[in-house]
């Protein structure tokens, strides 16, 4: 059983930055596939971003060039960095794990709790 543990939300102005962790613990598998996604009230699930074991990255069109995803293998955590953060990036964020290579043949079959972002204008 794969279990994941965020951390890093918090509240921050626009403009400002946060970086999500995500600590990734019982999987086995070695096609391992890493994402965030978010909900904003009111709003459905998206998917933010996602990165392959190998390093290869996904992003969604409304974040590209403010945030990074990372992983550290040894340490099996996943890290978003979000800068220039706008009021409407504040969401829920959950990270999630899967079998594959890519965001597109990923199945995401585990969920951590999620952490909250809030940004205020």
């Known amino acids: 059983q794969v279990q994941l543990v965020e951390s890093g939300g918090g509240s921050v102005q626009a403009g400002g930055s946060l970086r999500l962790s995500c600590a990734a613990s019982?999987?086995?598998?070695?096609?391992?596939?890493m994402g965030w996604f978010r909900r904003a009230p009111g709003k459905e699930r998206e998917g933010v971003a996602g990165?392959?074991?190998?390093?290869?990255?996904y992003y969604v069109d409304s974040v590209k060039g403010r945030f990074t995803i990372s992983q550290d293998n040894a340490k099996n955590t996943v890290y978003l960095q979000m800068n220039s953060l706008k009021p409407e990036d504040t969401a829920m964020y959950y990270c999630?794990?899967?079998?594959?290579?890519?965001?597109?043949?990923?199945?995401?079959?585990?969920w951590g709790q999620g952490t909250q972002v809030t940004v205020s204008s």
């Open positions: 999630a794990a899967g079998k594959g290579t890519s965001w597109y043949d990923t199945g995401f079959t585990s």
């Open positions: 019982g999987y086995t598998y070695s096609r391992k596939y």
């Open positions: 990165i392959n074991i190998g390093g290869g990255t």
